[in-house]
């Protein structure tokens, strides 16, 4: 039997790719086992494809000692594929990792939604994205996403601010993350009793490359992602591209049609390659994670407000933001009224204020 320690080392080793070195983990009864079986084909001059690996083998063993050292320094953790600690469904995918570094505390059995898209959000975007993952994390759904700037940072805030629960993927080491916000929103998702996880080791600084292989993670762990805003080309469209090849369901957020913002998302839904989301409450119902007699009641309850001129107010309201002066004007209401009013909404979570006097709903 392997130990995670000796999964490490031959992980370290890169002496084959991934899926290959799971069937030598699969075969062998551990490191040893295989180390003596390269040393006698080496001598017979068999399996050529692994010649030098013996050397290689011995120096990942002592690097996979320092990873260790470093983990257990960090307060992380190391899980391997064999591990009761490593992600349900991500064994499930076509290549996961053999090993993943966590810091935090995962749910391995926990059900994940990632919610993911463009680094320059838009309004419209930060507001659909906030009462995605606020409503998930309301119904016991953990939000997933890739720490960026943009979606992904609103995702993991939205999910932490609503006392939920978030994972972070990264494609760095664990100490190796830039810059100081990406630290910041990870100290915050740690807090919260949430998870950083990643599959490579301790010192490996982000390249180009890795953020695609760090995607497939991000839908991997999870039962269904949702692209929030994205152009045709970026990582939440690589995201969603692993989901739909996972067989994991994908969802996307309609938007303005002359919004290059949504000209991924709206992409995605015209080629059935996501359905289309339009609330929360429709994808809980659709991936049999809530029954509709329950949840649609909740969502009426936005519209029980306390009289016909908060009724008016709310319905005047959009997701477009308005200027209190407009609101003012259009309804005919004196400004200290309608401050009054604004401000007990915005208590109970029916609009939000913005910069500015500007007020956008919520519900």
Known sequence: MWSTDEVLALTISRIAPMPRLKSVIENFKNFDHFLSFIVENERAHLFPDFVGSYEKLIFARKEAESQIFKAESFHAKIVSFWDEDYPKLLKEIQYPPLILFIKGNIEPNGTSISMVGTRKNTQYGKLVAENFARFFVENGIIITSGLAYGIDTISHLAAIENKGKTYGILACGLDCVTPS???????????????????????????????????????????????????????????????????????????????????????????????????????????????????????????????????????LITSEPKHIDVISEELKLDISDLLYRLLNMEFKGFIKQLPGKYYVRVK
Do not use: C, H, W
Not at 231 to 255: C, L, W, Y
Not at 265 to 294: C, R, W
């Open 181 to 315: 916000l990406t630290r910041n929103l990870i100290d915050k998702i740690l807090e919260s009793d949430g998870a950083i996880i990643t599959e490579y080791k301790f010192g490996t600084k982000a390249l180009p490359g890795y953020f695609p292989q760090r995607n497939r993670i991000i839908s991997g762990i999870s039962i269904a992602t949702i692209v929030v805003e994205s152009d045709i080309k970026g990582g939440a469209m690589i995201t969603a591209r692993f989901a739909f090849d996972q067989n994991r369901e994908v969802f996307s957020i309609p938007g303005n049609i002359n919004s290059p913002k949504s000209r991924g998302t709206n992409f995605l839904i015209q080629n059935n390659y996501a359905k289309i989301a339009t609330s929360p409450e429709d994808v809980l119902i659709d991936l049999g994670l809530a029954d509709k007699d329950t949840l649609f009641p909740k969502a009426e309850e936005t519209t029980l407000l306390e009289d016909k001129t908060d009724t008016a107010i709310y319905e």
